[in-house]
């Protein structure tokens, strides 16, 4: 669990340098990046003595931990889930974006959620709406990362933010809301830290990789990893700057692929985000033998982000979600406290905010069932 993993992993300090280097290096020539390979080299990774790297948001290159969330040893109550929490993907994915929707004045006020077990077919973003309408002035499908199963949210106020987070049908970022049904709609909501100019820059994520040739399996790889991406000469666009692994041992995860910290230049943040969120991608290598050769044999690698939980979509990478998910546990946990005190007539608590009431605008695509819109606007849909 959390506990057991968090200590782990940090990359040592005195290698620091290589990886800034390997990421801001502007002199390099775009068209024969193998001459820079040997920036990030195959290290002995030391085992971590404190939580400090596993706890910081939007964490620089060298530093991602492996972890399985649970917010009951980690997580204080009336307190949303944290940035921490978030998948690095979806944490990388604010980072780049945060510019087009925070201001001076709003930075406390956006967060992340996404659904707890949802089984039904109804609309995702519509649920979202409905049930956070008395507390959110904007909501927006998060597309990519997350796999479309988690929304951008703005709070109307302080005041809203800080009322929802009291309210008894919330715990540790887990609300509970009945919205007229026997069976409650429940939704994870994760703060979101603001973005300083201080805030560390995240060019790196962790992946698992699949496909991988057999020769070497059980040894540390980065480096032949690495070289056997690069040297393919249409994968130079994505600008792989190095590969590190997490200890001396392979390292796999739930599903079977192993794992490895990726690095790339900051520029290319958005491709490999797009690259990883399309299901069945492959992307070419060289193969190696047992010395770690290369050979003139290609492979079709698949590289995808760390496992999540099905249920509450944070990190689970060595599947401890997938028997007792802890959100679900705290969901569980609210819905008996309240018993039959939320009937589903009752209406939701509207806060007297000094920021706009109006309903959420929906910025997302339909889905329902009717006849397709034959405009949009002033254009004709057509193929």
């Known amino acids: 669990m959390n506990s057991d993993n968090k200590g782990k992993n940090k990359r040592p300090a005195d290698n620091e340098p290589d990886s800034e280097k390997s990421s801001d290096d502007k002199g390099s020539d775009d068209n024969d990046p193998i001459e820079d390979a040997t920036i990030l080299k195959s290290t002995t990774v030391l085992p971590q003595t404190t939580l400090e790297v596993s706890t910081m948001a939007y964490p620089p290159p060298g530093s991602l931990t492996l972890f399985t969330v649970n917010p009951l040893l980690n997580s204080a109550p009336f307190e949303f889930a944290s940035t921490s929490d978030l998948p690095y993907e979806l944490q990388l994915w604010w980072q780049l974006y945060h510019h087009r929707h925070v201001t001076v004045k709003d930075t406390d006020l956006w967060a992340m959620v996404t659904l707890i077990s949802q089984q039904t077919k109804s609309n995702l973003y519509e649920l979202v709406k409905k049930v956070l309408n008395h507390s959110i002035n904007y909501v927006e499908l998060i597309i990519g990362p997350g796999a479309s199963k988690f929304f951008l949210i703005r709070f109307k106020g302080t005041r809203a933010k800080e009322l929802l987070q009291k309210d008894n049908r919330h715990d540790r970022g887990v609300f509970v809301s009945f919205l007229g049904s026997h069976k409650p709609t429940s939704l994870l909501i994760f703060d979101l830290e603001p973005i300083a100019p201080t805030t560390p820059t995240m060019s790196s994520l962790l992946v698992t990789m699949h496909g991988l040739p057999f020769p070497l399996h059980t040894h540390q790889i980065c480096d032949t990893v690495w070289g056997s991406i690069a040297a393919v000469t249409k994968n130079h666009p994505l600008k792989l700057t190095g590969v590190r692994e997490l200890s001396k041992k392979p390292i796999f995860a739930h599903g079977g692929g192993r794992v490895f910290e990726i690095h790339f230049e900051q520029a290319m943040a958005v491709k490999w985000l797009k690259l990883l969120s399309r299901p069945n991608k492959y992307i070419d290598m060289f193969g190696w033998d047992s010395k770690g050769a290369e050979t003139d044999e290609r492979y079709n690698l698949q590289i995808r982000f760390i496992p999540t939980c099905s249920q509450c979509g944070t990190s689970s990478y060595d599947g401890a979600h997938l028997l007792a998910c802890p959100f679900v546990k705290i969901r569980d946990l609210i819905s008996k406290a309240l018993g039959r005190d939320l009937g589903p007539r009752q209406k939701p608590l509207l ?33």
Do not use: C, L, Y
């Open 351 to 383: 806060f007297d905010d000094t920021e706009t009431t109006t309903p959420v605008a929906s910025t997302s695509t339909s889905t329902s069932t009717n006849k397709p819109v034959r405009k949009i606007g002033n254009f004709t849909v057509r193929d």
